[in-house]
C-alpha cells in the first residue's frame, strides 16, 4: 500500500498570499496518478486536479499541481476568501487507492 | 447535472451489518463511462476507499477491511449499494458514494470526480 504523508498539518496564510502544500508518497509514481481534492466544513471533497495538471470542471488556474517521483506539491497561486479548507492528496497508480492524511489551510 | 444521493440508517449496532445505498440522478449507472465507489471518513479523519464496482459487475475492495464489504448495482433502480459485515464502532464516519470517469479502463481513471453530500454512520449500542 502506498502511503501518502501530507505537510504541512496546518498552514496559516493571508488572503492574497501564495500556498504551497506538500504530499510524499512512500514509493515513486507518475504524476499523472496523483489527484488533489479541496473539501469545506460539512461539505464532500471536490475533485480540483487530476492527470498531471488538469483541472477539474470550473477550477481557477490558480490552482496547479507539480512534482515528481515521490514528493508534490499543490500551489494556489493567489488565495481567495473561498479557497480556506481542507486539501488532500490521492495517488491512483495502484490498488487500494490511497489518501492523505489532509493539510488545512486556515486564514492567518 | 448528474447527482448522487446516499441514504441508509444513522446508527447501526456493533456486530451487525450496515447497509447503504447510492440513488443516481441524471445518469446510468449501467454507463460504461464511469464506475462506481464508496469512501469513508471517520468524524474529525481523512479519508479511505472502500469499493468500487463497473458496468461489467467487476468489483475491487480494499484489502484492508478483510472482506467485509460488499459493492453492488441495482440498474432497476439505477443505485448502487455498500453492505459493510461485522461493524465495530472503528466503522463510525461519513459514508460517501462518488463516480470515477472510465476513460482509459486502466489506473489512470481512478480518482473521483463527483461526490455525494455524504450520510454519517454510527455504530454504538
Known amino acids: 500500500e502506498i502511503v501518502l504523508t501530507q505537510s504541512p498539518g496546518v498552514l496559516s496564510l493571508s488572503p492574497g498570499e501564495r500556498a504551497t502544500l506538500s504530499c510524499r508518497a512512500s514509493?515513486?509514481?507518475?504524476?499523472?496518478?496523483l489527484a488533489w481534492y479541496q473539501q469545506k466544513p460539512g461539505q464532500a471533497p471536490r475533485l480540483l486536479i487530476y492527470?498531471?495538471?488538469s483541472r477539474a470542471a470550473g477550477i481557477p488556474d490558480r490552482f496547479m499541481d507539480g512534482g515528481s517521483g515521490t514528493d508534490f506539491t499543490l500551489t494556489i497561486s493567489r488565495l481567495e476568501p473561498e479557497d480556506f479548507a481542507v486539501y488532500y492528496c490521492?495517488?491512483?497508480?495502484?490498488?487500494?487507492?490511497?489518501f492523505g492524511q489532509g493539510t488545512k489551510l486556515e486564514i492567518k | 447535472q448528474v447527482q448522487l444521493q446516499e441514504s441508509g440508517p444513522g446508527l447501526v449496532k456493533p456486530s451487525e451489518t450496515l447497509s447503504l445505498s447510492c440513488t443516481v440522478s441524471?445518469?446510468?449507472?449501467?454507463?460504461?463511462?464511469?464506475?462506481w465507489s464508496w469512501i469513508r471518513q471517520p468524524p474529525g479523519k481523512g479519508l479511505e476507499w472502500i469499493a468500487d464496482?463497473?458496468?461489467?459487475?467487476?468489483?475491487k475492495y480494499n484489502p484492508s477491511l478483510g472482506g467485509r464489504p460488499t459493492i453492488s448495482v441495482d440498474t432497476s433502480k439505477n443505485q448502487f449499494s455498500l453492505t459493510l459485515a461485522s461493524l465495530t464502532a472503528a466503522d463510525t464516519a461519513v459514508y460517501y458514494c462518488?463516480?470515477?470517469?472510465?476513460?482509459?479502463?486502466?489506473?489512470?481513471?481512478?480518482?473521483?470526480?463527483?461526490w455525494g453530500r455524504g450520510t454519517l454512520v454510527t455504530v454504538s449500542s
Open positions: 462518488a463516480r470515477g470517469p472510465r476513460i482509459t479502463g486502466t489506473p489512470l481513471d481512478w480518482y473521483f470526480d463527483l
Open positions: 464496482i463497473s458496468y461489467t459487475g467487476s468489483t
Open positions: 514509493q515513486s509514481i507518475p504524476i499523472s496518478y
Open positions: 441524471g445518469a446510468s449507472v449501467s454507463s460504461d463511462r464511469h464506475y
Open positions: 490521492q495517488q491512483h497508480v495502484g490498488s487500494p487507492r490511497t
Open positions: 492527470g498531471a495538471s
